[in-house]
């Protein structure tokens, strides 16, 4: 399956403005709420995503066709890692470990922040080398245009 990457960037923006106010007000719910975002697009896929519906729903309408697709599989990885991050945050707050739940959201907002910013996805980055390190072939999940550069 491949997504539309703006839909991917535009829901990396909307993460950073929920995980700033979640590190800023130190909010478990706030941190509940997007570890539940962030399960959703790792468990059941990125259709589940609600950032992701939000955007095909009422911004995509709006744009012509994107120029390339990206393969789904790495931003899937990219949320999974997210939601274990969110669920340290979310559990260093709930039980007092506030240094916990202040580092684990510092370190999901980084990675958001990066792809939001710079359209760099670390957990991307991640599934890719962990794809080539294990021998698995990254050939159908990088665009052509994107292998080209590489």
Known sequence: MYVDPRGLRFGAVVTTIVLALGLLTQ???????????FALGAIVGLQAAPYGLVFKKVIRPRLAPPA??????PPRFAQGVGLAFGVVATLGFATGLTTLGVIATAMALAAAFLNAA??????????????????GSTERLIPASTAARS
């Open 27 to 37: 909010s478990v719910w706030v941190l509940a709420f997007q570890t539940v975002v």
């Open 68 to 73: 390339e697709l990206e393969a789904s599989a």
């Open 118 to 135: 710079f359209s760099f996805c670390l957990g991307c980055e991640m599934f890719l080398i962990i794809r080539r390190v294990t021998g």
